[in-house]
């Protein structure tokens, strides 16, 4: 993997990015009362989005990255999608989210997803994921627009973007 990740901090919910900058953090932030209210939004919203992930093409082997994975619901969504074929990498700023994620997708047995601290805009190289994903992240990002067409000319041509 190819981007500007570190282990999880306890704490640390901004990263710097290779402009040497670091970004304000995240508006909702991460208290123990948000976290449950993301994994609430997760169940209510997990059947639209399986459908739309499938309709984008997400099937058994591909490699997946879930761009502000938060808790890992869609995450959770994606790693059955792929089977253990196939593999999943979370990443979000957030350590205490990130936490929350690998500790549900292990409980689940989901050995094939795996998570790391990061965002959007330190990502270099994603050539070797077939998909990119996203759900409730664009809306959070100061230019959406200018954050996909980067990704896209880091991805390989015909990788899938799908972003909710
Ligand atoms: C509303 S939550 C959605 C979480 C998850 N995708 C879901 O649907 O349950 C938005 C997430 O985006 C993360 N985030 C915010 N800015 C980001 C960025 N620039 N790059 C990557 N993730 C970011 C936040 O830390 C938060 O966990």
């Known amino acids: 993997m190819s981007y500007s990740a570190t282990p999880p901090e306890a704490g640390a919910a901004a990263v710097e990015h290779q402009d ?21 939004q997760g169940a209510l919203f997990s059947d639209l989005t399986r459908d739309l992930l499938v309709c984008a093409g997400l099937r058994k082997g591909m490699q ?30 957030a350590a205490e989210a990130l936490a929350i994620a690998q500790a549900r997708l292990d409980a689940h047995g989901k050995t094939w997803a795996s998570f790391s601290q990061g965002t959007l805009e330190s990502l270099e190289d994603c050539s070797r994921f077939d998909a990119v994903i996203g759900r409730f992240i664009l809306v959070h990002l100061a230019n959406p627009a200018e954050a996909l067409s980067g990704l896209r000319s880091r991805l390989q041509a015909g990788a899938i973007m799908s972003f909710i």
């Open 64 to 93: 997946v990255l879930d761009i502000g994975c938060g808790v890992g619901d869609v995450s959770l969504i994606a790693a059955d999608l792929v089977s253990g074929e196939g593999a999943i990498q979370g990443i979000d700023p």
């Open 20 to 40: 040497g900058k670091t970004r304000a953090d995240y508006v909702l932030g991460h208290s123990e009362r948000e976290l449950e209210r993301l994994a609430r």
